[in-house]
């Protein structure tokens, strides 16, 4: 998006309006007013309501502005656009039932039965009836209270069955798709966007916006046709997400959203893919003013180059420069920062690269 300045609705200047409010006094009673006097002392008052007054309406106006909204506010604006904010919803899994008994007779979990881990904080609930027979079955299972806390459980870690029946149940896939509502950055993004979906997805912000819409965890979209590559009528996706690669529940779940008849051109045939995996190592070695803490200091660059890759990998594309590398190592204490990894790499945009390793060596001092 384009930087654009701060709008000023109303001016804001708490010494011009005291200033205003003594002229215009003076210029009444004939009289001039002195900083001690009580007539001065309530026009500071006033003056004082007034700009408290002026910065609550300049408040209120810049709420009107997407860019600049919040809370509900922003709902109202996404409204006006038919974008209302994702809201939280529940991780997913499937669990595996078995009868605990091999020979035994077939046994019906019903729908809404709950596996829980083994500390009960987090319950999964069948999404239908399920009948284990000597094979045993997999179900769909929803997480009973929406929201992220219910993703990342491992296979097995999902496994107590209520009611208590003759059935051993355990996820057999990571628990994944829990969101919580979708923050106000990425709404606002959405709502920028949503003009592209006035028509059926046939552009390039479209197929974003809509592929956006299908998940909150869901950060940057790469969309390759033509120009990229891709068969004539051929339509590529590439989500990412918060935590990197996408899972196959959000992966179908961008394919359901950007196929629907209403968003997808008749002509158009669209799939969903991973981002191509770029992995890569951070290797440099940081001269220090002979002043400075060594140890302190290293600590403060790995911070600052953390917070730099970390914002980095929310968004695919990204080339990898040493020199913007070598700037976020330069904090405090650092005379010069080498980088030997990586080397200037530039990306395509459906490329998604993540840090594995960082080395930082000690290279010396120098006076400066």
């Given amino acids: 998006m384009r930087d654009l300045p701060p709008p000023e609705f109303v001016k804001i200047d708490p010494a011009q309006v005291e200033a205003d409010l003594v002229a215009r006094y003076e210029a009444r009673t004939g009289k001039t007013l002195y900083p001690a006097q009580i007539e001065r002392l309530m026009l500071d008052q006033i003056a004082y309501a007034h700009s408290l007054a002026l910065v609550a309406i300049q408040g209120t106006a810049e709420k009107m502005l997407v860019r600049r909204s919040s809370g509900v506010i922003l709902d109202y604006l996404g409204d006006l656009v038919g974008t209302p904010r994702l809201l939280a919803t529940p991780a997913r899994c499937k669990i595996r039932l078995t009868l605990r008994d ?65 059935v051993a149940a355990a996820n057999v896939t990571t628990t994944d798709g829990g969101a919580d509502d979708e923050l106000d950055d990425r709404y606002k993004e959405r709502i920028i966007l949503a003009p592209e979906a006035y028509t059926t997805a046939g552009s390039y912000g479209a197929y974003r916006f809509h592929a956006m819409a299908a998940h909150q965890s869901i950060i940057d979209v790469a969309v390759h046709g033509a120009s990229e590559g ?15 690669m996408p899972s196959d529940l959000i992966l179908s779940m961008v394919d359901a959203e950007v196929s629907s008849d209403r968003r997808r051109p008749l002509s158009d045939t669209v799939n969903v893919y991973r981002p191509d995996l770029v992995e890569y190592s951070v290797r440099a070695t940081l001269v220090f003013y002979d002043t400075a803490n060594r140890a302190e200091t290293t600590l403060r660059a790995r911070a600052a180059l953390d917070a730099y890759l970390a914002q980095r990998q929310h968004q695919l594309g990204a080339d990898l420069i040493p020199e913007q590398l070598s700037a976020a ?26 840090c594995v390793a960082v080395t930082l060596s000690d290279g010396g001092s120098a006076h400066g």
Avoid: K, M
Avoid at 341 to 353: D, G, I, K, M
């Fill in 230 to 244: 891709q068969p004539a009528g051929h339509i590529a996706l590439y989500p990412l997400v918060e935590s990197g």
């Fill in 102 to 166: 091999a020979g035994a007779a077939p046994v019906v979990v019903p729908a809404g039965s709950r596996v829980a881990t083994a500390d009960r904080q987090v319950l999964f609930a069948l999404d239908a009836d399920a009948l284990v027979g000597p094979q045993g079955v997999t179900a769909d299972a929803t997480c009973s209270a929406a929201g992220a806390r219910g993703n990342g459980l491992l296979p097995g870690q999902v496994s107590l069955l209520e009611p208590d029946l003759p």
């Fill in 329 to 354: 190592l330069q904090v405090p204490g650092v005379y010069r920062a080498q980088i030997h990894e990586p080397a200037l790499t530039v990306l395509v945009s459906n490329q998604w690269a993540t």
